[in-house]
């Protein structure tokens, strides 16, 4: 009797914790205590292809989450190690939850930022007919406007979450609140390489990963920029495509009208790729997606003005894959993100380039399998005639077959989808709602990929993503950016998330 009592007493005690109100003062001060600490994160060079740089940030986290009240401990992958930080709660029988975080960021060209350097984080505002114009980082420790940004690499993709999450565990900490959950949280420093280590690492350390709930603080929201919840997230695989021509470089005037260019061939083999409204005409890569009613209502109610996404984006019309933006959403996608051949600009020259390059990326859903559909594109490769090899081709290749490609792929993950009806989507709506007084809105399946999907078919556990940056952030691009108004509002939204029971 006694224990049962006790029990109540600490759920009325965590409840009424949870009920607190979450104010924007309180978002406001515990941003301006760790706006430095943002500032040194954000100084460290983070391109997972230099592991040694990615160790400072291993090691910056082995610090930062110890003073919140983690132990953190490394998860051996073969590479660079996951970073596991654990925090429990009072409660002892309290369920389990895991946290996504990524540290890693997108390999940086400086020439293109306008500021002294992407690792040194600036602060600017807009001034019209000037653009984004720098101000004392100073001003952030008085009253900001929210419109302000800061500028460095990886200020949305993905360290500003990172540090709005600590900045919200602050918050809990100073204001008495408990933790009504024990708290796992997964830090991922290879995210933009694919994570290729993930799957096979939640496999082996499945039995340290396992929760009830798995929630993802990445990513942006609706382009509203009103609060989000992402249900689900397209998985990604990728396409090299090589075609050669002669074995070196040849003289235009002397070969123009001879010998074949490779460049005009794979600019051929990719536009048959498509048809004129965007839709891959590959046979059977569409195949197996079909949308009842009831996602297409779900859709439906994301409150998208298309007409503005097309504005934002500088184009007439978009692809005629689907009806809408939302529906496009659900259907693989077949994307050429780079090309290579011969010179270009200052550098041009008279010449048959030797080889051309294509690199593709291929974003896949729940049900699409990566396998299959990489295969259909290779077979489209090989009915155009193609040698298809996965090496350079020998003299007597070069000699015997007219045309010869270089194919190579990869799948880094898969999708992943969980109803907006799940247990994990209605306690993170009621978090939303409690933080900012208004339901949010559900996406069925964000464009970006994450790599969710060992999780949730590994660990069997549902997982929603929880965006807070600014859904223009620049994320990949040069001058990369999070809005003040968003990292504060962030603090509201993970702070409600971090006292929202359960169960």
Excluded at 119 to 130: D, M, S
Excluded at 192 to 220: C, K, W, Y
Excluded at 466 to 485: A, L, Y
Aim: proline share 7%.
């Amino acid at each position: 009797m006694i224990r049962t009592l006790f029990f109540l007493f600490s759920l009325l005690a965590a409840g009424a914790l949870s009920a607190q109100p979450i104010t924007d003062s309180l978002a406001m001060r515990h941003a301006r205590a760790v706006w430095e600490e943002f500032r040194e994160l954000l100084a460290l060079s983070n391109d997972a292809h230099f592991p040694d740089d990615i160790e400072k940030n291993v090691q910056w986290c082995e610090t930062a989450f110890p003073r919140r009240g983690f132990s953190t401990r490394r998860l051996s992958t073969g590479g660079i190690p996951l970073l596991l930080a654990e925090c429990k709660s009072p409660r002892k029988n309290a369920p389990t939850v895991l946290a996504y975080l990524q540290l890693d960021g997108q390999p940086v060209d400086p020439a293109h930022w306008q500021q002294e350097s992407p690792w040194k984080a600036t602060l600017k505002k807009q001034v019209e007919g000037q653009g984004w114009v720098e101000i004392p980082w100073q001003e952030l420790h008085g009253q900001p406007d929210p419109d302000w940004r800061i500028f460095a690499r990886s200020t949305s993709d993905a360290k500003g979450p990172v540090m709005i999450f600590l900045a919200a565990m602050d918050a809990l900490i100073a204001s008495g609140r408990q933790l009504p959950y024990h708290l796992k949280v997964i830090m991922d420093f290879e995210e933009e390489l694919g994570s290729p280590r993930m799957a096979q690492a939640v496999e082996t350390h499945r039995n340290d990963l396992t929760a009830d709930a798995f929630v993802i603080f990445d990513g942006p929201p609706h382009i509203s920029n009103e609060r989000t919840l992402s249900f689900g997230a397209r998985g990604i695989a990728e396409i090299s495509i090589s075609v050669f021509g002669p074995a070196l470089p040849q003289h235009s005037g002397h070969y123009g009208n001879y010998c074949p260019n490779p460049a005009l061939r794979l600019a051929q083999l990719l536009a048959g790729m498509k048809d004129e409204q965007g839709r891959v005409s590959i046979p059977g890569f569409y195949d197996g997606i079909a949308i009842d009613e009831n996602a297409k209502a779900e859709m439906a109610r994301v409150p998208d003005n298309e007409a503005y996404i097309r504005a934002q984006l500088g184009i007439a019309q978009p692809d005629q894959v689907a009806g809408s933006y939302q529906e496009a959403l659900q259907y693989p996608s077949l994307n050429i993100r780079g090309m290579a051949s011969g010179w270009i600009g200052d550098e041009v020259r008279t010449i048959i380039p030797s080889v051309a390059t294509a690199e593709l990326d291929v974003r896949l859903v729940m049900e699409s399998d990566p396998e299959r559909l990489i295969g259909l594109v290779r077979k489209y490769v090989e009915d155009q005639g193609y040698l298809v090899l996965d090496r350079k081709p020998t003299q007597q290749e070069r000699l015997k077959h007219d045309k010869i490609c270089r194919f190579d792929s990869s799948v880094s993950y898969k999708a992943f989808r969980t109803e907006l009806d799940s247990p994990t989507g209605q306690w993170l709506s009621r978090a939303l709602v409690r933080a900012h007084g208004k339901a949010p809105i559900k996406i069925r399946t964000a464009g970006g990929s994450i790599p969710i999907s060992p999780f949730v078919t590994t660990l069997g556990v549902p997982a929603v993503a929880v965006p807070t940056v600014n859904p223009d952030n620049n994320q990949h691009s040069p001058n990369e950016n999070i809005r003040v108004g968003n990292f504060i509002e962030g603090i509201k939204t993970i702070l409600a998330v971090l006292t929202e029971p359960l169960r």
